[in-house]
């Protein structure tokens, strides 16, 4: 792996949240190309070593792999936050059963408002 590679996913694993292309740019030392960033986010992404998900129009937002994650997005200050409480397991039996599905993954998340912004409303 390359060393522009190896430092973006090091930053992505690190993370507590989901991050997209400008925060990598904003975290890497060395300012390389930002074209550099996302030929190592595309090769990173291909490779499974990482996860991407987009909330509506937003950017792809990505995040490690190892771990398995579901997100909060908020419609009105973009603000997403992560938890891994997943229940899927239930739905995914019956799909198999019903459509004959194999399933080897699911991208979840609730979109809605933050505690900041449902009480400023
Ligand atoms: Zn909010
Ligand atoms: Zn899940």
């Known amino acids: ?7 973006v996913l090091k930053i992505i694993q690190k993370s507590d949240k989901p991050l997209n292309a400008e925060d990598i740019y904003r975290l890497v030392e060395h ?7 996302y030929r190592a986010l595309n090769y990173l992404e291909k490779a ?7 909330f509506g129009n937003t950017p792809k937002y990505y995040y490690s792999n190892n771990e398995h994650r579901h ?12 938890f891994d409480l997943c229940m899927a397991q239930e739905l995914e039996n019956k799909v198999k059963k019903n459509f004959m599905f194999e399933i080897f993954d699911h991208i979840f998340y609730f979109k809605g408002l933050c505690k900041n912004c449902s009480e400023r409303r």
């Open 1 to 7: 792996m390359t060393k522009w590679r190896k430092e």
């Open 31 to 37: 300012k390389p190309n930002f074209s550099t960033i």
């Open 48 to 54: 499974e070593f990482v996860k991407s998900i987009s």
């Open 71 to 82: 997100f909060l997005y908020c419609l009105k200050c973009g603000k997403i936050e992560t």
